[in-house]
């Protein structure tokens, strides 16, 4: 199949116009995923966010337990040094 100086000037416009719809739909396409990359990383920070929350919350706690735990011994031998007389 021969081609002739009339069909190049029909097919040069149309590749261009292809070309310029294939890359418009590549640009559309990696937006997307940029943009729900930076969706996925915010929900990641969110979740992060959350469980360091939970985990001073739970040390809090825990610190709390251990200052009561201290103070119950001093109040039990102070208990134990008075006299029980019982008839």
């Known amino acids: 199949m021969n ?10 416009p ?3 116009e292809v070309s310029q719809v294939v ?5 559309k ?5 940029h943009i729900n990359s930076q ?5 990641v920070d969110e979740d992060l966010r959350k469980v360091k929350e939970k ?3 739970s040390e ?8 009561r735990e201290k103070q119950e011994p001093k109040k039990s031998k102070k208990q134990q040094k008075g006299f029980d007389i019982r008839i």
């Open 3 to 12: 081609i002739r100086p009339i069909d190049v000037k029909i097919l040069y």
């Open 14 to 16: 149309k590749s261009t």
């Open 23 to 27: 890359l418009g739909e590549q640009q």
């Open 29 to 33: 396409e990696n937006m997307l995923r």
């Open 39 to 43: 969706k996925n990383q915010a929900k």
């Open 55 to 57: 985990d001073n919350a």
């Open 60 to 67: 809090i706690r825990l610190s709390q337990k251990q200052e």
